[in-house]
């Protein structure tokens, strides 16, 4: 028998993928996984959001970061030098749904498109057992976790549909599914982000087989996140279950990807798989 005949037909829209980056990259030239899509970053200037806005540049994505410090985003956006039109930055309060809204549509407006959403917005408050620990960190830790999420997630879903291949990502933490006694608050609310997270997912999956239009929403579960001037010159044993900022990024970057276009609604663990 004819192998080549014998083989799994490729689908024609595969096919036209491959084309299009070919005919985008040149001949010869190299075609990133990332070229050409919009990503928004939200929280782009905290202890994470550098290190994912250099790995998503480098795979060729335009950039629009976003976190309540004009100057840090400036210098953020100075380091990764990027040309002016894969870059777009603003201070947007999250906690703010109307102005979250008009971030997304601005983004729309200037591009016609967003592909990627990184929820990167954080806070911690815990250590108190919970008998004890004040009830106000729930409120603080509620904005900051949950309804930062809440306000992109329904101001980006629209726009993530549209791109045909969009992509929310939220970074979590193992506290969701395994708090301990004095990470009450923190645990539950970032509890509340996945639940609402994978709401979003089921809403993606819910499109029609003959609708062009296709996103996914995961989560990326880290324990703590550790960066190379923490870890110098520490025992390797009590970072074990840290895991390290590029690391976290290129994982964000993979679940952007076509690669991961078949991953909806799941939870991306990089935590050494363990509960404590
Ligand atoms: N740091 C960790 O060890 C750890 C562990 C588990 C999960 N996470 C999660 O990973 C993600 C990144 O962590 P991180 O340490 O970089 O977070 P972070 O605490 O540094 O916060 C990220 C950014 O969010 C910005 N931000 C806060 N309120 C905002 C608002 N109202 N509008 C816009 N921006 C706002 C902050 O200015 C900050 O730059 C977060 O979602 C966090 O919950 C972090």
Do not use: C
Not at 100 to 127: C, D, P
Not at 248 to 258: E, N, P, Q, R, T
């Amino acid at each position: 028998m004819d192998r080549r005949r014998a083989g799994r037909r490729v689908p024609a829209e595969r096919l036209l993928h491959a084309a299009a980056a070919e005919a985008r990259a040149g001949p010869g030239g190299r075609v990133s996984a990332l070229d050409g899509r919009v990503v928004a970053i939200a929280g782009a200037t905290g202890g994470l959001g550098p290190a994912v806005a250099r790995a998503l540049a480098a795979h060729g994505a335009t950039l629009a970061l976003t976190d309540v410090d004009a100057a840090k985003l400036d210098a953020l956006a100075a380091e990764l030098a990027l040309p002016a039109e894969r870059v777009d930055v603003r201070t947007v309060d999250l906690l703010d749904p109307d102005a979250t809204a008009a971030w997304a549509a601005a983004l729309v407006e200037r591009f016609g498109t967003v592909a990627g959403l990184a929820h990167l917005v954080g806070g911690w408050r815990g250590g108190e057992p919970l008998p004890t620990a004040p009830l106000e960190d729930w409120t603080l830790l509620h904005d900051l976790l949950v309804r930062t999420v809440q306000h992109t997630s329904r101001a980006f879903a629209g726009p993530l549909l549209d791109s045909g291949h969009g992509r929310f990502v939220l970074v979590s933490s193992k506290q969701a599914q395994a708090p301990t006694f004095t990470n009450a608050a923190y645990g539950a609310a970032k509890a509340a982000a996945e639940a609402w997270t994978l709401a979003l997912a089921d809403g993606f999956a819910q499109q029609e087989a003959d609708d062009p239009r296709r996103a996914t929403a995961n989560i990326v579960v880290v324990d703590a996140i550790a960066t190379a001037a923490m870890v110098e010159g520490k025992a390797d044993s009590a970072y074990r279950t840290f895991a390290d900022a590029d690391d976290i990024a290129a994982a964000i970057a993979y679940v952007l990807g076509d690669g991961a276009s078949a991953m909806n609604g799941q939870r991306l663990q990089l935590h050494g798989g363990t509960r404590r």
